[in-house]
């Protein structure tokens, strides 16, 4: 036995794959812009590729060492058999080649669930003793201070942390404020737990400052699940600890920080409308938790979807990564406030419901055996009477699987939570294989060896090919999309195209998410000096790439949009495009009806065609669905003024402004100024155009515009008092302002 051990302890593949699996932890530290969505697609990339080499190293011992391979728990196995319920319900589910690859944007898939659960698997193999695991989650929690430093950068402004997006909330490597936190509180409590293993000396003082560091930056990250979640364990653990423990003054202390915490917490709540709680950030979020907040709102309205697309895929889903197709259908116009609201859901922000719509009541179960499996073993484990095993050990990393759950029911994971979580899960496997599994004194036969080389080289193979499709492929084509972005903003439109087709060529899981990008980059190329040959050769490329995603996932109403809106903006008057635009629209509406863009686009195509009162019932249909939004009503202002219906265009004003109480800004004067324009009435254009100037004095396009006006109406004195202003805003305006005045007196002494 002992001669074996030794055997592959010294080991050259065996000791590079502890190196790798060490490496992993580093997962949530890379950021690279040279990707697209670089906070997710650089983790993606660089966990699976470790996995991968991991595994050509990992099959090849395994199959050498009986003792390195997995043994069967009830933990492994509830993880596998999670795996393979979501699998089969995908299979089962609208959209397998989505469930099985993912998006760009989440960098998930059941491919990636796959690496996640292998590198759970092998971690309990190889790392063999409590010494092997104390390292280990030392690193981890090393990793996890580090990502809390970085965080403090970003509180700091220091110059070399990157801008995540994210406004006044840090969000350390991690690229999203509530994933920060989340990954935080598995640093806070593995600390913790290492403390309970750590005598004492500099370690303890260093474990207890990481404690007590990650708790503020979690406090800084004004996340209100993670912080509900930890405060939820915490008075757990000082509720049980204060009958696990014997002395009286720690008994006393635990009383103590347990009563700080409930009455802080109520203290809070009832001085929600204090200054002290008000000025600061993350008291006042926690503080204005309730069922009329915006977000929490937001929430409901979303979980309710889900709970409706559920219901009808109740026991199988919709498939992994398929929630975007349930969100749509029973899409919550309430959710839409304005023109920058979040209105493509890809998830619940509920683990419960993301699951169960995704993978049915068979794939929740399998995921919530998962959590009942853990604490089973914690349980069993807090029973032991073995004096290396403290009752506070298993406590704390209950609760840690607690507060993540908690956590969870108001967010989703990302590869540094999942990362930390499956090696949470794979250390309570090493607790239960040490104190509650037989001594492993499997051996291998001695003529096994030509087995071991061919198999572990046919495994190599595949894990070889497998990555160059999995990584390297997806890799090329975001590297390449990325090249296309920046080339198609500096205006060099020929080589934003060639690489927007090599991009593609790749044909990769990354194709939709890079078409959308095609949007933007036919755009800016429409405003651009370029031909119109050139215009309409991209214009060609777009619409047959945005195609090809409807044929790819049919059952994406986020496909069809993409493809109406650049119908209605590049060719809304070509007849033709007009039937086109409204059979992708009867489709767009059969996935998400209550969905109030699409009824926009449905609009603007059928005023571009003359066809007014069509289009004014779509603006009004999609004002039924969520009367707040300003931008429905003022959709229909416009329309109903280019449909020559100036009566029923100020009666919605008089709603917008009057009974909503939305007042109109400079932006709104000059949309409904175009409007006026475009139907010729260039006098209450001119009034328009007199508001938003009035409301914004120093916008030059606004008087250039005004002037214009006036100059169509033979208004020279205002046109001239325009044009100036216009010169005083743009000293380069001096020539063209002049001879445009010249013009307008030229042409009004005419009439």
Known sequence: MNEMITAFETNIGYKFLRVILYALL???????????F??????????????????????????????????????TGSVWIYIGAIFFTSLVGLDFNHSFWGTVERGEGIITLLHFAAYFTILPTVFRTTTDWYRYLFSAVLVTLAVAVYGLAQLLNLPFTVETGGGTRISGTIGNAAFFAAFLVFGIFLSLYLLKLTPSGGKRLFLKSIFV???????????????????????????????????????????????????????????????WVKGNATLRRMATISLSDVTTQSRLDTWSASWKGWKERFWGGYGYENYDIAFNK????????????????????????????????????????IFGVAVAGLYRLFRLKAEEVKPQQSVILALLLLAYFLQNLFLFDTHATYLMFFVALAHVVFLQEKYFFAEDTRIIPADNRRFVVAAGSIFGLAILVGAYFINLKPAMANIASIKAITASRTGNFEQAKVLFEQSLSYGTYMDQEIRERLVDYLQITIGSNRSQEEKQEI????????????????????????????????????????????????????????????????????????????????????????PYPKESHLNFITAAIIAGRED??????????????????????????????????????????????????????????????YGELCEQEKAASAVYKAIDLNQSFIKEGRNFLTQVENKCDKQ
């Open 213 to 275: 560091f990650e708790l503020i930056m979690l406090f800084q990250s004004q996340t209100r699940g993670a912080l509900v979640g930890i405060a939820v364990a915490f008075v757990l653990y000082f509720a049980v600890n204060f009958f696990l423990i014997h002395g009286k003054r720690a008994r006393i202390i635990h009383a103590s920080l347990l009563a700080l915490l409930i009455l802080g917490s109520v203290l809070i709540y009832t001085n929600r409308g204090s200054e």
């Open 539 to 626: 214009y060609q490329f777009v619409l047959q790439e945005l195609k090809k995603s409807i044929e790819e996932s049919p059952h994406d109403a986020k496909n069809y949009l993409y493809l109406i809106t650049v119908l209605n903006r590049y060719s809304s008057q070509v007849p033709a495009n007009y039937d086109r635009v409204m059979a992708l629209g009867e489709k767009a509406l059969e996935l998400s009806p209550t969905r109030p863009q699409i009824y926009f686009e449905l609009g603007w195509s059928s005023l571009a065609q003359h066809y007014y009162d069509t289009g004014l019932g779509y603006f009004l249909t999609a004002i039924d669905l969520n």
């Open 38 to 75: 670089p906070f997710i697609t650089t983790k993606a990339l660089y966990f699976r590729l470790l996995v991968e080499l991991a595994l050509i190293i990992y099959i090849p011992l395994a199959l050498k060492y009986p003792q390195l391979r997995p043994r069967w728990n009830w933990l």
């Open 330 to 369: 029973h899409f919550p116009a309430r959710i839409f406030k304005d023109q920058g609201s979040q209105i493509w859901f890809d998830r619940a922000h509920n683990v419960v419901l993301d699951i169960g719509v995704t993978s049915g009541i068979f794939g929740l179960l399998a995921y919530l055996g």
């Open 648 to 709: 029923l265009a100020e009666q919605q004003k008089e709603v917008l402004t009057q009974k909503i109480g939305y007042p109109l800004t400079a932006v709104d004067y000059d949309a409904i100024g175009k409007a006026y324009i475009a139907a010729k009435n260039y006098t209450k254009a001119a009034e328009s155009y007199g508001e938003a100037t009035a409301l914004d004095p120093a916008n030059f396009e606004y008087l250039v515009r005004l002037a214009a006006i």
């Open 26 to 36: 580093l997962t949530p530290l890379w950021i690279w812009s040279g990707f697209l």
